[in-house]
């Protein structure tokens, strides 16, 4: 019998060692094996302390957040009497109706009383954009962009008929730079629409070839290259019940002036519909006013302030109004990311957020208007993001969610409670319930580790000093079971340009193909250089007129950390990364060929003359400004100089960093006679997503693999 008990055990561990052994399986990851767990449902009921959410039965609980009470809103019975069956997503409308996408229902239930709205007449198939509480919709289909009413029983009416050849309206412009990810605003009581119109018929064309038709075909794009001519923008103001009641789109234009900065962002209308702002940029960046405007006559009425820098200026968000008539607005001005209070007439009051951290994020304002909520990255550890508020009087900054780590709220109306998902390094999710004095009265979820089968490698977050002593924060993953008497390739994954931050304390911030790296046996290391975010202006924008060259000298100080680690073979050190992560890559090995046995990249940009208006000059200024900047960051006299194994990947049908890039890259490579393994992705834009995306890893890996480990 104890023979027995002893084989039963051995089985027992053998068979745990053997499933805490599997590999992560890619394919598997894109059909979901590796989900975190959530919630089905999981929302704010507007207007109260209460959250919702589906349970395993399908009905519609309510949650009073203060002391824990649970009703039934709406059970799985009354759903069905509904036609609605196992529910799994639903969103509010009001505190009494609900929308739910999948049957394109609208339920609305007031003491026990159900009724239901189908909305059945509107295309979904092409809506772009939509007001549920408005019965607006906003539609695109090869015919133009219409707006859907209920007012006249869903017919159809051009948004804008204003329309041409190398015209686009109702859709995001300036490359959607600035915080643009929309074309059309709804006005806060649904009267009213902003949209734009961008007119292209001044940039050159650029053709695409699709070799997928039996004879290829061309498909030509506007293109503003850097330095040449670019795009005018409008804004225009769509009356939604005047075209209604005319059963025809009754529209006017805001009447901006080019002289006042080409480049329109951060589109805002105030409260009462009276007005709307826009903020102006101009084409050098670097000097930014925003303008009030009376809505109904399109007049300019003032231009409240305007901001200035040396480099550039980047207003990325829209203004946040509060009931009193003042407003927020985010601004670098002193060095940091931070929020500032104006009256309604641009005056200012105070500076709201105060110290040498950037505001990653704004969130609301209490009912009272005495504290604002927000996000915060802070000095001296960015890789973790708070939950804070700051007190309008005073500017004292209370941490409502302070564990090491990354906090995202979902704040309720009132700003009373807020939902904090909480992750970090080694906790995939967890998810509780907040006062707004910082006190957790629940914790209505705690993710397990969907990886928890597989032999997963260590992570580290740290940070190092560059060579004018900034903290650069790196990632170290070791693979599973490391043998410290051992010496491992390492892959260092780079992006290193603005906007970026890809070292954060969260759970496989690395993305999982970087995990799965590890798990064949390499050590896999990034570093945020100089030129990434969230560790304020400075840091991102010294970069300025000289891109590839603070980045890599800080991205070698990070080779030179590795060089030390007895674990790293210092012989056996490759690149990865794309986009700007592919500059970089093919600038690390140009300047220093000696250090790298191999490297990959995708989608680089290896002349930024051949790059974009808005992205581009941002960073460089225009060729003709900054000859010098752009020949230095240029990769194609630099090739000659490459001495490692080089794949390059690029998607043909590349809208952002186009096919020029590496096409031309490849020229070079042949006069110079430097040998470059080459993969185009012929029907992909710029990158692959998407499970085709395995494709590309496996590639990745048997390239490393046959470099790095000779196999």
């Given amino acids: 019998m104890r023979k027995l008990f002893i084989a039963l ?13 599997k590999t ?98 509107v295309d979904w198939d092409n809506v772009i954009d939509q007001s549920l509480k408005n019965r607006l919709f906003v539609i695109k289909n090869d015919e133009g962009v219409f707006v859907q009413t209920k007012l006249n029983d869903y017919k159809p009416i051009f948004l804008c008929p204003d329309t041409g050849r190398n015209i686009v309206f109702g859709e995001s412009v300036h490359r959607s730079e600035w915080g643009i990810e929309e074309g059309q605003y709804l006005s806060p009581k649904g009267n009213f629409i902003a949209f734009y119109r961008m007119d292209e018929s001044m940039v050159e064309d650029y053709p695409l070839v699709n070799t997928g038709t039996p004879i290829a075909t061309v498909e030509n794009i506007k293109y503003p290259m850097a330095g040449r001519t670019s795009h005018v923008v409008t804004l225009g103001i769509f009356d939604v019940a005047q075209s209604a009641k005319a059963g025809k789109p009754v ?20 409260p009462d519909e009276q007005y709307i702002y826009i903020a102006h940029l101009n084409r050098a ?127 309720n109306e009132k700003c009373t409670y807020f939902m904090d998902y909480f992750t970090n390094v080694t906790t995939p999710r967890i998810i509780s319930v907040v006062s ?37 924060w790196c990632r170290l993953i070791t693979p599973p079971n490391m043998d410290m008497n051992k010496q491992y390739p390492c892959l260092i994954y780079v992006y290193g340009g603005p906007h970026s931050q890809l070292v954060t304390n969260s759970f496989v ?9 590890a798990q064949q046996g390499y050590v896999v290391f990034t570093l945020d250089n100089r030129g ?77 003359e051949w790059y974009e208006v808005m992205y581009g000059e941002r960073y460089m200024d225009t060729p003709q400004e900054n000859p010098e900047g752009y020949a230095n960051a240029n990769i194609i006299p630099k090739i000659k100089n490459v001495k490692c194994p080089l794949l390059v990947m690029h998607g043909c049908q590349d809208h952002t960093v186009v096919w020029q890039h590496t096409l031309e890259l490849m020229r070079q490579a042949v006069t110079d006679g430097v040998e470059i393994e080459y993969f185009p ?31």
């Fill in 532 to 608: 990434t975010q969230n560790r304020g202006a400075e840091f991102e924008k010294c970069i300025h007129r000289n891109l590839g060259v603070k980045e890599v000298e800080d991205q070698m100080c990070g080779v030179e950390y590795l060089k030390k680690l007895p674990y790293v073979d210092a012989d056996r050190i490759g690149l990865d990364g794309w986009s700007y992560g592919g500059f970089m890559t093919l600038s690390l090995i140009t300047e220093h060929p000696d250090v790298f046995r191999a490297a990959s990249c995708g989608g680089p940009v290896v002349n930024w």
């Fill in 251 to 270: 529209y006017h234009y805001i009447k901006t002036n080019k002289e006042d900065g080409e480049f329109l962002t951060n589109v805002t209308f105030s």
């Fill in 24 to 121: 992560i399986d890619l394919k598997a990851y894109f059909e979901g094996k590796y989900r975190l767990d959530r919630v089905s449902g999981l929302s704010w009921c507007p207007g109260t302390d209460s959250y919702a959410y589906i349970d395993d039965d399908y009905n519609i609980q309510l949650v009073n957040a203060a002391n824990g009470k649970e009703t039934t809103w709406l059970s799985a019975d009354a759903l069905a009497a509904q036609d609605v069956k196992n529910l799994r997503s639903f969103g509010w409308l009001d505190a009494n109706t609900i929308y739910v996408p999948r049957t394109h229902t609208i339920l609305t239930s007031v003491k026990g009383k159900t009724t239901t709205e189908t909305l059945d007449k």
């Fill in 681 to 711: 992705y012929t029907a992909y834009d710029h990158n692959v997503i998407g499970p085709e995306r395995v494709h590309l890893w496996n590639k990745l890996l048997r390239f490393h693999n046959q470099n790095l480990k000779g196999e």
């Fill in 9 to 21: 055990l051995l089985m027992v561990c053998c068979a745990s060692l053997w499933a805490q052994n």
């Fill in 436 to 472: 707004s004095q910082g006190k957790t009265t629940k914790t209505i979820l705690t993710s397990k580790n969907p990886y928890k089968d597989c032999a997963m490698g260590t992570t580290s977050i740290f940070p190092i000093r560059n060579r004018v002593g900034d903290s650069l």
């Fill in 509 to 517: 911030s690395g993305g999982v193909f970087l995990e799965y790296m």
């Fill in 285 to 411: 960046q670097n000097h930014a006013k925003l303008i009030r405007y009376d809505l109904q006559s399109g007049e300019k009425s003032k231009v409240l302030f305007e901001e200035r820098d040396e480099r550039y200026v980047e207003p990325v968000d829209h203004l946040i109004f509060l009931k009193s008539g003042r407003f927020l607005w985010f601004s670098e001005r002193d060095g940091w990311r931070h929020l500032y209070l104006y009256d309604g007439e641009g005056n200012l009051v105070r500076k709201v957020t105060e110290g040498k951290f950037d505001v990653v994020d704004y969130f609301g304002v209490d009912e009272k208007e005495q504290f604002v909520f927000f996000t915060m990255a802070p000095q001296e550890k960015p890789v973790n993001q708070y939950v804070c508020k700051v007190s309008l009087k005073d500017g004292k900054i209370t941490r409502l969610a302070d564990a090491d780590g990354t906090h995202y709220p979902v704040f």
